[in-house]
């Protein structure tokens, strides 16, 4: 896989799951029974997921080091 296509791949999955986090947090706020814990939870999962494919991403580009 070329570094393009693992940047494009990180970048797709860290957006699918950045609105993934926004509509099951609303779903949870919209939800009466334990709705803060529960949206917390939800939101700080997601957040880890966004974040970590977004390093990935960072981590799928090519150096400055491999140019020269």
């Known amino acids: 896989m070329t570094p ?9 999955l860290a957006g699918v799951w950045a609105v993934l986090a926004l ?9 009466n029974e334990n709705k803060f814990l529960l949206a917390w939870v939800i939101f700080m999962s997601a957040y880890a997921n966004v974040v970590g ?13 491999e140019g020269t």
């Open 4 to 12: 393009e296509a693992r940047i494009k791949l990180h970048e797709v």
């Open 23 to 31: 509509g099951t947090t609303g779903w949870a706020l919209y939800d």
């Open 53 to 65: 494919h977004w390093s990935a991403r960072e981590g799928a580009a090519p150096s400055a080091e």
